[in-house]
């Protein structure tokens, strides 16, 4: 079965950065689009980032435009989130998902356990 396993959450302080990264175990990895959702405490899952297989296009949600930046290592079957200028409300656990290129979470078909991104002000 599918598996994502994502990695680099944290406690940093607000203005740090992280990069998350996501290994993918998809033997159709270069051929799906791959997305980063976010799930603060208290609220639904909220999208965050998305890329298309190639890489090629990329779409944020407005929240962290120009500070967050999405990527893909298709050789490596991994997929990042270079997270600069953190902010308190970017505190979430971050999940990986991987079969859709899009902004709803019911779309994806796989899953990553998660990471936890805390910042504090």
């Known amino acids: 079965q599918v598996q994502l396993v994502e990695s680099g959450g944290g406690l940093v302080q607000a203005g740090s950065s992280l990069r998350l990264s996501c290994a993918a175990s998809?033997?159709?990895?270069?051929?799906?689009?791959m997305g980063w959702f976010r799930q603060a405490p208290g609220k639904e899952r909220e999208f965050v980032a998305t890329?298309?297989?190639?890489?090629?296009?990329?779409y944020y949600a407005d929240s962290v435009k120009g500070r967050f930046t999405i990527s893909r290592e298709n050789a490596k079957n991994t997929v990042y989130l270079q997270m600069n200028s953190l902010k308190p409300e970017d505190t979430a656990v971050y999940y990986c998902?991987?079969?859709?290129?899009?902004?709803?979470?019911?779309?994806?078909?796989?899953w990553g356990q998660g990471t936890q991104v805390t910042v504090s002000s």
């Open positions: 998902a991987a079969g859709a290129y899009g902004t709803n979470w019911s779309r994806y078909n796989y």
């Open positions: 998809v033997r159709t990895f270069s051929s799906i689009g």
């Open positions: 890329i298309t297989s190639s890489g090629l296009m990329t």
